[in-house]
């Protein structure tokens, strides 16, 4: 009996299937276990080898936690709202919700291929109208809340509607408040609601009709298409996010998160203890003259310093450093900043345009990450320090954002290297405060320098300036204590269709909220859209929908994969978004497992949107996620092939040189406007490193010449002249099937090859070798390898232990089929333990021996550890292990076998369920108990100890651990070697080291 494994998956799928058997209850004994993926994208593209590869490794724990007696819950679902299924109906002449349906279907085939143990009874979709009425149900408790800044939680915004009647604030009193119109009172609520509206500075990219994220923006143009992107002051939804920084910060330590990750959050929230002083502005340049002054009667020149213009507005600038106020030689401006075009003087102001034109093409990650490059623009203007009165020049310059602090900075370049960059790079002399810790060549940051060229700091140890220099700024009254936050509050709309409508009307400007049961608010059907009128979503191009003065944009993509957990708990739930006795079972995600790119974005909306459930008692919890587990990525190899781009050229026109009529006659054009589709020319990679080296021999540039006269022959036909040729090379990305070890199958290039034509033109010397590089895999580098052909090749089981084969599931690895089939052996030999091709069945129920006992038991010892830390690589090694010994032992015995199947269950569930049910067992492997560890199996009785005569190894001998040294002297001496090397004699003395050696001395 061989083993059939598409035979046997297929079959065992289908049972699993019909009998539900991953269906999973809300009311169970069992302990609970919560294992969740980042449910996908369902993309065009359909799943690559790479995206499974944090499925398996969630599914074997799954399923290990299901053999350990958890009522496990591991569900999947689909993220299927955004930009990206928008703009992938756009190119395919489609409308997003029948490719999202056609997407999600295919995903669903080839996930269920694979094996997975999803409870499908429990999907979710972020676009099913089922789905986002419960998104918009939480956008109205954000949008009806508020943050207690005393008791560091959200509330009602009832609750302060009922302060501010009785009470007021410190902006008004309770009769003015009572006194306010709607919109009056709408905007001061608005300044304090969760989810509010407001003008800012977005990524607004025409060519998508939308505002982007910015983790979508790339180089200054959209990571989707490549399209430009520039800043756009817009009416944008926002969150207040930045209210929980604190909390986010806070709770980072009660979570089981990599070091690495958590570095990554407290960065973006960035917080900051330090000062904001404000800084007197003087716009323009200062000089001395003399005026005439009338003082009593008399008249009389008198010496002064006039100013331009002093604004009455100072420039705050928040700093953590208040111990360098005396360093500082110039002030940077955010170019958004609101006084940038106040302080602009005239002289400046087409400097400044410019420059302001350039950082609108820039993302926020750009313009913080590209630390090398120094770029900014003066603005004429200068601060006054409060202390000396020293003038400060004040710049613009992208790497300050308006968003972090206020805007502005004092730059210190004795101090910080990218001011002293800055500084060097504009000319701007440097101010040294800190004595020899400043050489001059470079900024040091030190906190342990004794300040000078500081006046009343002077002779003091800089870290404890910082808070005399705070005490001196506050009693003089330029600036207070303050903590800062580099996080923003988060953006939270699109002007795209395919999203969450808004349940907001706009009655005469005012947002009003919709009430909760007029939900769903339902995306209309249209069967075209395109952006609105000024910047706003297509829904503005619907006229029913404009007529009832609905909110224009849509939620962004991760509105409904913020609390998308929640609804796995109770899915069908028409009353609420999740009963509360139903979270309180499952609570919080055991283990979270999803790539590191949602590293940020994500995972701190949804901390956040958790939180403020909580706090409105909605929740038992507040952090959504216990562990998290970040799956490195399965990279491929992209390969590059170099097309000689050689450009048609006429000399001189039809002066002559080209017989014009001929030229007529043969091909119906005027040879000025003769563009010829030319024959491609592929040039291997030596070829093109020569041509980049400048390093052509002559034989190589015959080589090309002869191409292109080869290339051109049938385009000189019958014409009198010459053509010239501009020539340069292309890098274009290659299919990976016409690629072997970066040469190129020739023969299969011009048959399949997307870039072939009929007459195509290869130049290279022994073979054609192209580039290849180690990358991300996908669609876009046409390395994409899709799981179902690999499952239908080797099997589900074989394809899942292959992936865990590859490496740490933390780390990056590039795919490789090579080892594929050494781990399809593996599961053979398997099979060959119970089966034999030709006599069948060949297990047996006999009594194993302690040898036998002692290969399982140290199997069971190592998996179980493996499986628990998530190093799966090492527990397929153990399993290969393990069945190499049992096979060299012979051991076909039930006993022995059927915990082996156990064991392997979450790793290669079909071939383990199969061979279970042919062992007679009753039930499924699924639910049998997972095998417990019997030590006493393990414990070592006898040793193998070296043997030698006079200090040289003869032999081994393996002895009883609880021997005497006058019994191992007895078995020694009864040695044949031993014997041989005596040759009847005695020895002198026998030394034994109890669990090391034994040395016989002749």
Avoid at 268 to 276: F, L, P, T
Avoid at 859 to 872: D, G, L, P, V
Wanted: hydrophobic share 35%.
């Amino acid at each position: 009996m061989e083993y059939d494994f598409r035979k046997i998956e297929s079959e065992w799928q289908k049972k699993w299937k019909e009998s539900k058997a991953y269906k999973v209850s809300n009311d169970s004994p069992r302990p609970k276990c919560y294992v969740l993926d980042m449910f996908p994208y369902p993309s065009g593209a359909g799943l690559h080898v790479g995206h499974p590869l944090g499925y398996i490794a969630s599914d074997i724990y799954s399923r290990y936690k299901r053999l350990k007696g958890f009522n496990v819950l591991h569900p999947m679902g689909f993220d299927s709202f955004g930009l990206p299924a928008e703009q992938y109906a756009i190119e395919t002449g489609q409308h997003p919700a029948d490719t999202t349906e056609k997407n999600i279907a295919t995903f669903k085939s080839q996930l269920d291929k694979i094996g997975f143990c999803y409870d499908w009874d429990r999907e979710v979709c972020t676009s099913d109208e089922s789905y986002y009425k419960w998104t918009q149900w939480i956008f109205l408790q954000l949008f009806n809340s508020y943050f207690c800044n005393t008791q560091q939680k959200a509330r009602p915004i009832a609750d302060l509607i009922k302060k501010y009647e009785g009470q007021g604030s410190k902006h008004f009193t309770a009769a003015e408040w009572n006194s306010f119109n709607e919109k009056e009172k709408t905007e001061w609520l608005m300044k304090r609601r969760l989810a509010f509206i407001a003008w800012g500075e977005v990524n607004w990219c025409e060519a998508l009709g939308t505002v982007l994220a910015n983790d979508e923006v790339v180089n200054g143009v959209s990571e989707r298409g490549g399209h430009p992107v520039v800043k756009k002051k817009m009416r944008q939804w926002y969150l207040r996010i930045t209210a929980y920084a604190d909390r986010l910060l806070q709770s980072l330590e009660t979570v089981n998160f990599s070091d690495a990750m958590k570095e990554m959050q407290k960065n973006w929230i960035g917080k900051s203890e330090g000062a904001e002083v404000d800084f007197e502005i003087q716009v323009g340049d200062s000089s001395d003259k003399r005026v005439v002054t009338q003082l009593t009667g008399d008249i009389e020149l008198v010496d002064v310093t006039i100013m331009d213009t002093h604004l009455d507005i100072p420039l705050k600038v928040y700093t953590t450093r208040p111990d360098t106020i005396f360093g500082v030689d110039f002030m940077v401006v955010a170019p958004e900043h609101e006084l940038v075009s106040q302080i602009t003087t005239p002289d400046q102001k087409s400097a400044i345009d410019e420059y302001l034109t350039y950082v609108k093409s820039r993302s926020d990650r750009e313009r913080m990450s590209e630390v090398k490059q120094v770029t900014g623009c003066f603005t004429g203007a200068y601060a006054i320090n409060p202390f000396n009165k020293k003038q400060i020049p004040i710049y613009i310059a992208e790497y300050v954002l308006a968003g972090y602090g206020t805007g502005a900075i004092m730059a210190v370049p004795c101090g910080d290297q990218r001011d002293f960059d800055f500084a060097k790079h504009f000319n701007i002399p440097v101010t040294n405060i800190i004595g020899s810790y400043y050489d001059g060549s470079a900024a040091n940051p030190t906190k342990e320098a004794i300040l000078e060229n500081s006046d009343f700091l002077n002779g003091v140890l800089m870290k404890d300036a910082i808070g005399i220099a705070l005490d001196k700024i506050e009693a003089l009254g330029i600036g207070k204590r303050k903590v800062n936050f580099r996080m923003r509050d988060a953006g939270f709309s699109r002007q795209r269709y395919w999203g969450e409508p808004f349940p907001i009307k706009w009655i005469d400007g005012v947002p009003v909220a919709m009430s909760e049961n007029e939900l769903p608010v339902k995306l209309p059907h249209v069967e075209k859209y395109g952006p609105g009128p000024e910047g706003e979503g297509p829904l503005a191009n619907i006229p029913e929908w404009a007529a009832a003065q609905m909110e224009t944009s849509t939620m962004p993509g991760y509105a409904g994969s913020s609390w998308y957990f929640l609804r796995y708990m109770d899915p069908h739930n028409n009353s609420t978004f999740c009963d509360r006795k139903v979270s309180d079972y499952w609570n919080q995600v055991d283990v979270y497992i999803g790539g590191t790119e949602h590293a940020v974005g994500h995972l701190l909306y949804s901390r956040m949107w958790t939180k403020v459930l909580f706090d409105l008692g909605l929740i038992g919890f507040d952090e959504p996620f216990k562990k998290l587990v970040n799956q490195g990525m399965i990279g491929a190899h992209i390969n590059y092939i170099n097309r000689l781009d050689y450009n048609y050229k006429i000399g001189d026109g039809a002066s002559g040189i080209v017989n014009v009529e001929k030229f007529i006659e043969n091909y119906g054009i005027h040879p000025d406007q003769y563009k010829p589709e030319l024959p491609q020319i592929f040039i291997s990679k030596e070829l093109s490193d020569k041509i980049v080296d400048e390093n052509l021999s002559k034989a190589d540039e015959q080589k090309l010449t002869d191409a292109i006269k080869i290339a051109t022959t049938d385009y000189m036909k019958g014409v009198a002249g010459k053509i010239e040729f501009d020539e340069g090379w292309k890098p274009l990305v290659l299919e990976s099937f016409v690629v072997n070890d970066s040469v190129l199958d020739i023969d299969t290039f011009k048959q399949k090859s997307r870039l072939a034509n009929s007459k195509s033109i290869f130049v290279y010397d022994d073979k054609f070798y192209c580039h290849s590089e180690l990358g991300k895999m996908g669609k876009r580098y046409h390395n994409a390898v899709n799981p179902d052909e690999l499952c239908e090749k080797y099997g589900a089981d074989t394809f899942r232990m292959y992936e865990m084969f590859l490496g740490p599931v933390e780390q990056s690895k590039p795919w490789d089929t090579k080892g594929i089939e050494g781990v399809h052996r593996f599961l053979k030999k398997l099979w060959r333990l119970f089966n034999d091709e030709l006599k069948g069945k060949i297990w047996k129920d006999d009594k194993a021996t302690d040898a036998e006992m002692k290969i399982l038991q140290q199997a069971i010892k190592k998996i179980e550890h493996n499986t628990e830390t998530f190093s799966f690589n090492t527990a397929v090694s153990s399993f290969m292990v393990c069945v190499n010994e049992l096979s060299d032992a012979k051991c076909h015995k039930k006993e022995v076998l059927e915990k082996v199947l156990i064991l392997l269950t979450p790793y290669a569930p079909h071939i383990a369920a199969e061979l279970w049910s042919q062992l007679g067992n009753e039930g499924s492997v699924l639910d049998a108990s997972y095998p417990m560890l019997e030590e006493k199996y393990l414990v070592e009785t006898s040793k193998e100890y070296p043997v030698s005569i006079n200090g040289k190894l003869r032999t081994t001998i393996a002895l009883s651990l609880d021997l005497d040294p006058k019994q191992v002297e007895e078995l020694v001496l009864q040695n044949d070697i031993v014997q041989k090397w005596l040759e009847g004699n005695a020895p002198k003395k026998i030394i034994f080291v109890k669990g090391k050696m034994v040395n016989v001395v002749i």
